[in-house]
C-alpha cells in the first residue's frame, strides 16, 4: 500500500487505553513481537463479525494482542499459550492490570506438548497462530481439530516482510522460516476443509474458514 495512504487508513484507528500504549512503547523498546495496528485491526474486525465465543491464541508474547481480543470482543474467553517464561509472567501481570484474569487463560509451555490440555477448554470457534513461524503447519494441524464446525483459522506474518514472494532469499537464517512459511500458505490453500484468503496487510494475514 502507498505509505501516504497507509497513513491516511491508520488515521483512523480508534485509540488505545494507557495500559495498551505502554505495552505498545515496551514492545518496541524491547524488540517484542506484537501484531502490527492495522493487521490487528482487520482481524478484530472479522472477528466481530464471526463473534467467537472462545478463542485460542498460539503465542501470548506480553499479552497484546489477547488483550485487543478481550477488549474488542466483551463475550468472548480467550486461552492463551506462552512458551517464553519471562514473557507469559509480563502477560500475566498485563491480564492482572487490565482486569481480565476472569477471561483470558493463559497457559505456559510449548504448543506443541500441550494439546491435551488445551483441549480441556475445547470447542474454539477462532485460533489466532502468532507464534514460531516454522512450526505454523503442526500448530495448524493439531489445532484446528478443536474447532468448531464453522470456526476460522487466523494466522499472522504469512508474508514475512515479503519475503515468501521471492525465489531466492540471500539471508541463510531466514531462508528456512520463508521456506516453511511458503509450505504452510500452500498447505492451507490446498486444504479441502477449509477456504483461505491471505490479505496483504501489515505482514499478511491468512484467514482460513471451516467449510
Aim: hydrophobic share 45%; with cysteine; glycine share 4%.
Amino acid at each position: 500500500m502507498n505509505e501516504v495512504v497507509h497513513q491516511y487508513v491508520e488515521s483512523f484507528l480508534p485509540p488505545r487505553n494507557e495500559l495498551l500504549r505502554k505495552m505498545e512503547r515496551i514492545a518496541e523498546k524491547n524488540n517484542v513481537p506484537i501484531m502490527e495496528l492495522m493487521s490487528l485491526h482487520v482481524m478484530l474486525q472479522f472477528m466481530r463479525i464471526q463473534n467467537p465465543e472462545r478463542i485460542l491464541e498460539i503465542g501470548t508474547a506480553i499479552g497484546y494482542s489477547a488483550l485487543r481480543m478481550a477488549y474488542a470482543l466483551p463475550d468472548t474467553s480467550i486461552v492463551t499459550i506462552e512458551l517464553d517464561e519471562q514473557r507469559a509472567e509480563e502477560a500475566l501481570a498485563n491480564i492482572r492490570l487490565a482486569g481480565m484474569e476472569n477471561r483470558i487463560t493463559l497457559l505456559k509451555g510449548n504448543a506443541l506438548d500441550l494439546v491435551d490440555e488445551v483441549a480441556s477448554y475445547a470447542p474454539f470457534d477462532a485460533i489466532f497462530i502468532d507464534a514460531a513461524k516454522g512450526q505454523y503447519m503442526n500448530f495448524f494441524n493439531m489445532y484446528s481439530t478443536l474447532l468448531t464446525n464453522d470456526g476460522c483459522v487466523y494466522s499472522d506474518n504469512v508474508l514475512f516482510k515479503g519475503l515468501v514472494a521471492n525465489d531466492h532469499v540471500e539471508n541463510k537464517r531466514l531462508e528456512g522460516i520463508v521456506k516453511k512459511l511458503k509450505e504452510y500458505n500452500q498447505s492451507i490453500m490446498d486444504k479441502t476443509d477449509f477456504i483461505t484468503t491471505i490479505i496483504p496487510i501489515g505482514d499478511g494475514v491468512a484467514v482460513s474458514k471451516k467449510i
